[in-house]
T-cell receptor, first 121, second 111 residues
Framework: DTGVSQDPRHKITKRGQNVTFRCDPI?????LYWYRQTLGQGPEFLTY????????KSRLLSDRFSAERPKGSFSTLEIQRTEQGDSAMYLC???????????????????FGEGSWLTVV | QQQVKQSPQSLIVQKGGISIINCAYE??????FPWYQQFPGKGPALLIA?????SEKKEGRFTISFNKSAKQFSLHIMDSQPGDSATYFC??????????FGQGTELSVKP
């Protein structure tokens, strides 16, 4: 399967600890997104990368959160000094966005991974 | 203006019936409207998507109806099956940017 891969799938951590999630996008996808989803809610946008450049960050992304995408391939999302309110599923997604002037029949199809569940105790 | 409002929050339909989920948006810059299906413990999976230059798109039992003037779009699931029981999210994006999701609809199809 060459879909979006996330690791770990589940993480239980004590409040105050740091955690890091990894995302491997679909091969050749140049755009990578991070979302957060809590029970009973839709995914909320956190940040996204175009290749290695972080183009947008949500106000939800506090100073304790940092995301990187070195070399424009895999990405990591780190949460420092975790709080109970950080408990959620962290979703990674990727898409292929062509240069302006070219079109892609499938449009802006964004593919999601299975998510990484974080529980802060 | 960035919100996408979805209703109903939950829906119970008999097997073989039609499931209808509605969404509304305010941002006229939105130009891509996908629907995602999510099963418990899984990530969202793209079901069907539409662009505002068409009023309807059908793929199998799933149809999106789009009303640009009303800024509304809906998902119709024909001949609903118990296997369709899941949470459905509408979403919208502008200029190939990030997706803004609705709050979700938990669909339960009773046998």
């Amino acid at each position: 399967d060459t879909g979006v891969s996330q690791d770990p799938r589940h993480k239980i951590t004590k409040r105050g600890q740091n955690v890091t999630f990894r995302c491997d996008p679909i091969s050749e996808h140049n755009r990578l997104y991070w979302y957060r989803q809590t029970l009973g809610q839709g995914p909320e946008f956190l940040t996204y990368f175009q290749n290695e450049a972080q183009l947008e960050k949500s106000r939800l992304l506090s100073d304790r959160f940092s995301a990187e995408r070195p070399k424009g391939s895999f990405s990591t999302l780190e949460i420092q000094r975790t709080e109970q309110g950080d408990s959620a599923m962290y979703l990674c997604a990727s898409s292929l966005v062509l240069r302006r002037g070219l079109s892609l029949r499938s449009g802006n199809t964004i593919y999601f991974g299975e998510g990484s569940w974080l529980t802060v105790v | 203006q960035q919100q996408v409002k979805q209703s109903p929050q939950s829906l119970i339909v008999q097997k073989g019936g039609i499931s209808i989920i509605n969404c509304a948006y305010e941002n006229t810059a939105f130009d891509y409207f996908p629907w995602y299906q999510q099963f418990p413990g899984k990530g969202p999976a793209l079901l069907i998507a539409i662009r505002p230059d068409v009023s309807e798109k059908k793929e199998g039992r799933f149809t999106i109806s789009f009303n640009k003037s009303a800024k509304q779009f809906s998902l119709h699931i024909m001949d609903s099956q118990p296997g369709d029981s899941a949470t459905y999210f509408c979403a919208a994006s502008a200029r190939r940017g990030k997706l803004i999701f609705g709050q979700g609809t938990e669909l339960s199809v009773k046998p």
